[in-house]
Every structure is written in C-alpha cells, then in structure tokens.
C-alpha cells in the first residue's frame, strides 16, 4: 500500500516532518546490526541493495547533520536536526496541506473506501462533497475493488478523504512508432517504452491539441491505465511544432541566476518508483552529478536558465494557484488538460486569502523530457515559464494538484 503510514503521523505535524530521515536512520541502524528491520538488506524484498527512497532519505539526513538548515539555526535549534515542537521545517504537513495516501481499491461505499494489500488494509471516510476520477468525474461509490487509487486526505484529518482518482496514469515523451492499435512512446533510457491507445471518444480533443501523431513528435497525455498501456483521455498541454530532435535554440541569456524562478510545475507516472515517495525531478542537474539520463545519450539544455543542482538537494515549492483554504474549498474540479485556455474556477486562487505555503522537497533525479518542451501552464493565468519541476505523483497532490490537469502554475526556491 502506497503511502499509508501510521495515523499518529497523519495527526501529528511533529511526525510527519522528518519521518523519512527517521526511517533512513532506522534502516542504518538495523542494517549495521544486521537486523532484519525495514531497512535491513534481505528483508521483506530480499535484496542487498539500498532502495531508492532510504538512499534520498540517507541524503537528507547526512545533509541537515552537516549543514542544518538555516531557519533551524536562526530559530535556535539544535544541529542534530530535530525541530522545537512548533517548529516547521517546511516539509508536507497534514495541517497545512492535503495528504496524498494510495494503494488498491479492497472495498467502497457512498461513505467509506478501503484500501489495502496483502499485509493490511486501511479505511477513509468520505466527505458528503467527495468525488471520484476514472477516465471523468464520477461517485466514489461507483469504483470496484481492484483499481489503483491514489486518495486526497482533508487537511489535519488523517482519516478522512475529499478526492480520489483511479487507475489514473500519464505518458510523456517522443513518439517513436505509430501503428493501427496505438502509439509507442519513449520516456526515456530510465523508464520502459509506453504503448498508448486513443479511444475514438477522446481523439478529437486529443488531436486538437496534439495533431501529429507521427515519430519523433512529443506526447503528452493523461488517461486510464489498463493491462500494460493507457488508455489516453486528455492531452496535458499543447504538442510543440517541432520535432523532438530538431528543437529550437533557446536564446543565450547573461547574468545571475535566480535562485526563486516562477513556472510550471508537473507530475509523472510512479512506474519505478517507490510507492508514495515525495520528491521532485529537476531540469537542471548538474551533468557531472551522474544523472542515468544524461550519461545514456546527450539531450538538450532546454528553454529556462536555471542553476544546477545535485540529486539529493533540496527545493522549496510552493503551488501559487492554491491556499489550503480555496483549495478545500473546491475539490471537484475537471478540465481537458492543466494547460487549456479558458476561464478556470481555480483562477482566482493564491491571490487573496491566507498565501500557498511552500514546501521542502528532495532532488530526486533529473527531468531531461521536461526541458523538450516549452509550454506553459494555464492552471490559473500563464505561468511566466515552462516546467521549472517534475513532482512525484504523491507530492503533486500534497501540494493541492489536481491530477487530471496535469500541472498547476508554481513557485521553486532553490537551496535552503
């Protein structure tokens, strides 16, 4: 089950902030022991290697030992990284933000859905207000067991659920073959080939914004996953004119780089990933950093200037388009895509009532298909760039990201 810790963590900010540091530590612990703890080699997997959540948790906390963040040391904390009861060191809180919880669908009423797998199973109530997604808005009640579910929790309410999207999935990247039964896309030398199907009942709107359906063009579609391939629902944004080998030069710019850059923030598929990890995928990282991306072939810079960074470093993230308060305020939002014009019920958000906090996320890896396009959000006005950051598709949600738009319009602030 992806995601579904202990409900104390979800009750207690104290708890959430810093858990996966604590984890990483236990694993340590235990594996310097050789115990059999979460973390031990032959545990519950049965292999020796680090996974990759322990190894971004063990960055963190290697991290903050050494260099406490600054707020810390201003606020008088102690180097060792733990915060005052009040402190806040900007991770997802279940205060402030959505919590992001997922796993397979074990049972499901108007008033509760189960979610589980083989070890435990765990139950949400729903709000009178929740909605559901599979393929377009629905009744919660309407979902069978067996789906994939990745569940929107109230904020502050660790058992409670306001949205669900089911089986959903997304596929972006370049078009390398077309044949009669769908599309085979390529996402990367890190990432299995995606075969994609378009329903008749969605190929005008996708073809509208994506006309050429043909090699080497980009893809970027959201859908329903079904038995090896998605089933592709609504275009993410609009299909760039040029092909992905042949993209335009970005204009040479001098100067200082910003360390706060303004744009659009999406989310990809977990495939490979593990379950819930929260982190981000940045455009920028350093080439001498060993990204697996970039030693498998060249690719280009990209349209934004930005600095580089480590995996393993941390971005602050902030979604402009939302308050905690407007957001909760209106869950039930569909649109055809995170980058369509048009008026938009979320447009008025992050511009009055109480400002979008940001939020600490890891550098998770590097984001080389993020930088061959040059679209901008709509979420709520135009983003003043292109994708600035990657999500997790757990992190997209704690920061109050709507699924099925693909994007929302954020704010990334780089280094401590």
């Known amino acids: 089950m992806r995601d579904v810790r202990d409900r104390r963590e979800c009750c207690d900010p104290g708890l959430a902030r810093g858990a996966g540091s604590r984890a990483a530590a236990e694993g340590d612990r235990d594996r310097a022991a050789g115990g059999s703890g979460p973390g031990a080699a032959g545990g519950a997997g049965g292999s020796g290697d680090i996974s990759a959540s322990e190894r971004i948790g063990r960055r963190r906390l ?125 996402e990367g030398s890190t990432r299995e080939r995606q075969v994609v199907v378009i329903p008749r009942r969605a190929a005008g709107r996708i073809q509208v914004r994506f006309p050429t359906l043909e090699p080497g063009y980009l893809l970027d579609v959201i859908g329903v996953r079904r038995a090896g391939l998605l089933e592709a629902l609504l275009p993410a944004t609009s299909q760039p004119t040029y092909r992905a080998d042949r993209m335009p030069t970005a204009a040479l710019v001098s100067g200082h780089l910003p360390d706060t850059i303004s744009g659009s923030a999406s989310w990809h598929d977990p495939a490979g990933e593990p379950d819930g990890v929260r982190g981000a995928r940045y455009p920028a990282v350093d080439p001498q950093s060993g990204c697996a991306e970039e030693a498998a072939g060249p690719w280009p810079q990209g349209f934004i200037r930005m600095p580089y960074l480590a995996v393993g470093s941390v971005l602050q993230i902030r979604n402009d388009c939302c308050s905690g308060s407007e957001r909760a305020a209106a869950p039930g939002r569909n649109s055809g895509g995170g980058n369509t014009a048009g008026k938009n019920p979320q447009s008025g958000a992050g511009r009055a009532g109480r400002p979008a906090a940001g939020v600490r996320l890891p550098v998770t890896g590097c984001a080389p298909v993020a930088r061959l396009f040059n679209d901008r959000c709509l979420t709520c006005g135009t983003s003043p760039r292109g994708r600035v950051a990657d999500l997790t598709l757990a992190s997209f949600v704690a920061l109050g990201g709507e699924l099925e738009r693909g994007c929302f319009n954020a704010t990334i602030t780089v280094g401590r």
């Not at 290697?62 to 990284?81: E, I, K, M, S």
């Not at 994939?148 to 109230?154: E, K, P, Y």
Request: proline residues 9%.
């Open 62 to 186: 290697l991290t903050a030992a050494v260099f406490p963040p600054r707020d810390q040391l201003a606020a008088g904390h102690a180097p060792d990284g733990d915060p005052a009861p009040d402190g806040d060191h900007g991770f997802p809180d279940a205060g402030r933000h959505p919590r992001a919880v997922a796993g397979t669908i074990v049972d499901v009423s108007p008033q509760v859905i189960v979610i589980g797998d083989a070890r435990s199973e765990q139950r949400f109530t729903l709000t009178a207000a929740a909605t559901a997604w599979r393929g377009g808005m629905l009744e919660p009640a309407a979902l069978g067991p067996g789906g994939q579910a990745v569940i929107r929790l109230v904020p502050g309410k660790c058992n409670v659920a306001d949205r669900i999207w089911a089986d959903i999935g997304r596929v972006t990247g370049t078009i390398i073959e077309r044949g009669s039964s769908g599309l085979l896309v390529d």
